[in-house]
């Protein structure tokens, strides 16, 4: 709307504070929010973030973000702009031409300072938590053993020594610490899983055990949800970043292009609008009570 009469030099203005605003406060968030998942995924017998600390991010993010949204609206506003072929001259929101240039790159560089350090910081994060989720998941997957025909066998001890009897081996009493009461053994062809047998004392104790795999489940997919909304927030805001960087080193930046070449830049320059699209779809799909009522709602009565 409004790409050659957008008069309204104030309105301009906001515009550019708050999409700034909303855009810094996005980035920042992802950041701490990978910060949170680290310390969960990564190292979950360390201090974690608790309300305090939550809080004080939230703070730190709204502040830096609000500084890096006060020089936008300087920079930009109602800017005249010639036809190429007629007299004619329009109007639009862009950067203000000629004026603040040495501002203009200072605040260039420090948005690609912030953009490559957050970017960096985001990868390097889901990389180490990605590398112990795969972990996690295939030691889960040696918790699981089946026989020549595809059914599970479960037995009750741990045979990691020449000198345990078959006797032993099937009463459960033979348990080999290292292990933590569990491990994978071949034995006549098959492949068992071992754990230790639980006691009548000991019930609670899997009890406890077992929810703490299911909060284990429940923190790892909220992890892999959050990685899903960074890539797609980075892959629809670094070209929009770059965009920015350049254009604020050259001025004439957009007179380089002809229509066609335009109307492609300037889609790429808003690609963020399919980050806020997604992020409700990515919320949505990965819950899973919302999938339990969406086939409910699909399903014929």
């Known amino acids: 709307m409004m ?9 301009c ?3 550019w504070f708050f999409a700034a605003l909303t855009t ?3 980035g920042f968030s992802l950041v701490a929010i990978a910060v949170q998942r680290y310390l969960k995924v990564v190292r979950p017998l360390g201090r974690q973030m608790d ?5 004080i991010a939230l703070s730190l993010v709204f502040i830096i973000s609000l500084l890096c949204a006060i020089p936008p609206p300087i920079l930009y506003g109602s800017v005249p702009f010639q036809h190429a072929q007629e007299d004619i001259v329009g109007r639009r929101c862009s950067k203000i031409k000629g004026e603040y240039k040495a501002f203009s790159l200072m605040y260039g560089g420090l948005t690609g300072i912030f953009t490559i350090t957050s970017i960096g910081a985001l990868i390097g994060i889901y990389l180490r938590i990605g590398w112990t989720i795969f972990k996690h998941m295939k030691h889960g997957n040696r918790l699981t053993g089946s026989d020549e025909d595809g059914s ?19 009463s459960g009493k033979i348990i080999d610490p290292a292990t933590d009461g569990k491990a994978r053994v071949e034995k006549g062809g098959k492949k068992y899983v071992i754990q230790e047998k639980p006691e009548k004392g000991k019930k609670k104790d899997s009890t ?3 929810h703490e795999k299911i909060n284990r489940k429940i923190m790892h997919k909220f992890t892999l949800m959050f990685m899903l909304i960074t890539t797609i927030f980075l892959i ?16 004439k930046f957009w007179e380089t292009f002809d229509n066609h070449s335009r109307a492609g830049m ?9 980050n806020n699209i997604s992020n409700p779809i990515v919320y949505a799909f990965l819950d899973f009570k919302f999938k339990t009522e969406l086939k409910s709602l699909c399903r014929r009565k």
């Open 3 to 11: 790409q050659a009469t957008f008069y309204n030099n104030s309105l």
């Open 13 to 15: 203005k906001a515009w």
């Open 24 to 26: 810094f406060m996005s």
């Open 51 to 55: 309300l305090k600390l939550n809080r």
């Open 152 to 170: 599970t066998t479960k037995v009750t001890s741990v045979v990691d020594s020449k000198e345990t009897s078959d006797h032993e081996f099937k």
């Open 208 to 210: 406890q055990n077992q």
């Open 236 to 251: 629809c805001y670094i070209p929009k970043v770059f965009i920015m960087i350049v254009e604020a080193l050259n001025p």
């Open 266 to 274: 300037l889609f790429v320059y808003r690609m963020y609008i399919i």
